[in-house]
């Protein structure tokens, strides 16, 4: 049975990751430049690189079934709040309102990443021994949505994600 958004733990290691991560000279626009050009998830995205800090490589399947452990509230809550923000943008100049449901945005992903976090406990008991498990969860995740051949990468989410593990 899926944990519910209420039971999860919301200030995890995961989130304060992202929070440190994603706030990096160029990840936000390399993440968001992914999600707009090949429907890549940011929440997986950073995940990927997360668990790769914790040198747990990912297989496919790891991948697919964190894709649906949040495939409902990424449908049904986070993509419906991220095109009202945008919309509510283009349509009205009220910055107070667009804050407001930026926040919700925001909290919605906490909770993605909660539900994320409570999946990984069961994935951190494996343990990569050699190689770059960062890169190759990302790069696995790009794969996986578009082919192998692709000019489409990660640098920015990567070399951020090895800076903050060797902190």
Not at 1 to 20: C, E, K, T, V, Y
Not at 48 to 70: F, H, M, N, P, Y
Request: net charge neutral; charged share 25%; glycine share 6%.
């Amino acid at each position: 049975m899926a944990r519910q958004p209420g039971d999860l733990n919301h200030d995890n290691a995961f989130w304060r990751f992202s929070l440190a991560v994603y706030g990096q000279a160029e990840v936000a626009k390399e993440c968001l430049a992914l999600q707009d050009a090949l429907g890549l998830d940011v929440n997986i995205l950073l995940f990927c690189a997360w668990l790769g800090t914790q040198s747990v490589a990912l297989k496919r399947e790891d991948i697919d079934e964190a894709l649906r452990a949040v495939d409902d509230w990424q449908d049904k809550v986070v993509r419906p709040l991220r095109a009202v923000r945008q919309r509510t943008k283009a349509l009205s100049g009220d910055e107070e309102f667009g804050a407001g449901i930026k926040d919700a945005e925001i909290k919605a992903e906490q909770i993605e990443q909660a539900m994320l976090f409570a999946l990984s406990q069961q994935l951190q008991g494996r343990k990569s021994v050699e190689g770059d498990a960062v890169a190759m969860n990302v790069s696995r995740y790009i794969e996986m949505k578009y082919s192998a051949s692709s000019q489409a990468s990660a640098a920015h989410l990567i070399k951020a994600a090895r800076r903050f593990a060797s902190r």
